[in-house]
T-cell receptor, first 114, second 114 residues
Framework: DAGITQSPRHKVTETGTPVTLRCHQT?????MYWYRQDPGHGLRLIHY???????DKGEVSDGYSVSRSKTEDFLLTLESATSSQTSVYFC?????????????FGPGTRLTVT | KQEVTQIPAALSVPEGENLVLNCSFT??????LQWFRQDPGKGLTSLLL?????REQTSGRLNASLDKSSGRSTLYIAASQPGDSATYLC?????????????FGTGTRLKVLA
C-alpha cells in the first residue's frame, strides 16, 4: 500500500462544468502523475509533477490543468468538461527506493460527463 | 517515439496451465520495466520490476524476464489459478533530464478457467 487516495471515486457532471479531482499521498514522494484509461487506448499520461509547483504536460494534456501546492496533494482540473473526458482517471506516484522509481497507483476516479 | 505492445490482447487457459505473457517495446533505451495486474474496476497493482541491468525477477509463481537488445519482456505464470484472472500490463520507464515517465502497453486480459 503506497498510501495513495483519490477523491471523489465516482462523479457525474454536465458538459461545460469545471471538475477537480484530488490525489493525496502519505509517503512524501516527489513524483506524481495523472493518467486516463480508456478502452483501446490503455493508460495515457495527462500531466505529471516532479516537485511542489513543478509540473509538465503529458501526451493528452489538452483541456486539463494541474496544481501541486503541497508535496502530498496533486490536483487535476477539467476547466470545462466535455463528453470526450468521460474516463477513469488514475493518480500514481513514483517511488525512488533503491533507484527503482517503481510506480504505485491510486484506486481511480470514474468520471462521467453527460 | 517509444511504443509498447502486448500480444495477445486476451487469453483464456484452463487452470493449472503454465503461461507466458508478452511485452515488446521499440526503443531499448529504457530505465526499467514494470509488470502490473489490474482487476476489473480497480487500480493497478505492481507485480514485478526489472531494472535495465537485470535479466529476470521472480516473485512466487511469477517470473519476469527482460531482453533489452530485442525489446522484449515476458511474464511467466506457473500453475495458473482462477484467481490469476485479470488484465496484465507492462510499462517501460524512460528518464530524461532527471524526470521519469512511463509508457504502458494496452494489456493482456487473462481468464483462467476452473
Amino acid at each position: 500500500d503506497a498510501g495513495i487516495t483519490q477523491s471523489p471515486r465516482h462523479k457525474v457532471t454536465e458538459t461545460g462544468t469545471p471538475v477537480t479531482l484530488r490525489c493525496h499521498q502519505t509517503e512524501n514522494h516527489r513524483y506524481m502523475y495523472w493518467y486516463r484509461q480508456d478502452p483501446g487506448h490503455g493508460l495515457r499520461l495527462i500531466h505529471y509533477s516532479y516537485g511542489v509547483k513543478d509540473t509538465d504536460k503529458g501526451e493528452v494534456s489538452d483541456g486539463y490543468s494541474v496544481s501541486r501546492s503541497k508535496t502530498e496533494d496533486f490536483l487535476l482540473t477539467l476547466e470545462s468538461a466535455t463528453s470526450s473526458q468521460t474516463s477513469v482517471y488514475f493518480c500514481a506516484i513514483s517511488s525512488p527506493g533503491g533507484g527503482s522509481y517503481e510506480q504505485y497507483f491510486g484506486p481511480g476516479t470514474r468520471l462521467t460527463v453527460t | 517515439k517509444q511504443e509498447v505492445t502486448q500480444i495477445p490482447a486476451a487469453l483464456s487457459v484452463p487452470e493449472g496451465e503454465n503461461l507466458v505473457l508478452n511485452c515488446s517495446f521499440t526503443d531499448s533505451a529504457i530505465y526499467n520495466l514494470q509488470w502490473f495486474r489490474q482487476d476489473p474496476g480497480k487500480g493497478l497493482t505492481s507485480l514485478l520490476l526489472i531494472q535495465s541491468s537485470q535479466r529476470e525477477q521472480t516473485s512466487g509463481r511469477l517470473n519476469a524476464s527482460l531482453d533489452k537488445s530485442s525489446g522484449r519482456s515476458t511474464l511467466y505464470i506457473a500453475a495458473s489459478q482462477p484467481g490469476d484472472s485479470a488484465t496484465y500490463l507492462c510499462a517501460v520507464t524512460l528518464t530524461t533530464s532527471g524526470t521519469y515517465k512511463y509508457i504502458f502497453g494496452t494489456g493482456t486480459r487473462l481468464k483462467v478457467l476452473a
